[in-house]
């Protein structure tokens, strides 16, 4: 079985609510976090695969079409991929909050999809996000979780960017292997 990185979008990957941009509803609110791409790289080369499982309640809500959302997935992962960052796939919820559905965090179901279609063992994968729903929808699933930000009390470990994450993630799932 394939080990993976899941890894929330907003505030994980890109700004969000920052002067610059308050929502990414086009891919020019699109602005990658400093040190995002080289996180993800650093990942690649540790993990089978990297995805991106992210709630997108704007859809829902009317404040942009699927469509929309799509073509930002599409240019996110191809920016990234210029700079040697690989997203393997992009799961998102958009669906309206409190819509009631099974896929949006703090639901497990999009990582738990994910885990079936590309054979990932979730004991031994990791969920990335900077709300408590993130981190509720990786234990859910059965993953480690890593918050961003200040504290979580339910995450495996705390940092305040996705660089710094990345380097323990890559030296706990390396423990984990030798002590098995």
Known sequence: ??????????????????????????????????????????????FDYIFVVTNQGGV?????????????HEHMVSEL??????????AYCAHKPKAGCECRKPGSKMIEDLARKYNV?????????????????GKKAGTKCVYLGEQDE????????????ADWIIEDSTKNTIEK
């Open 121 to 137: 063992n979730l004991s031994k994968s990791y969920m990335v996000g900077d709300t408590d729903t993130d981190i509720m929808a």
């Open 1 to 46: 079985m394939k080990k993976a990185v899941f890894l929330d979008r907003d505030g994980v990957i890109n700004e969000v609510l920052t002067s610059r941009v308050k929502f990414v509803n086009k891919k020019s609110d699109l602005y990658f976090l400093p040190g995002v791409p080289k996180a993800i790289k650093k990942l690649n080369n540790a």
């Open 60 to 72: 829902g809500l009317g404040f942009m079409k699927e469509e929309q959302l799509v073509k930002i």
């Open 81 to 90: 991929k210029k700079e040697g960052a690989i997203i393997h796939d992009v």
């Open 154 to 165: 339910l995450a495996d470990a705390v940092f305040p960017d996705l660089l710094q994450a």
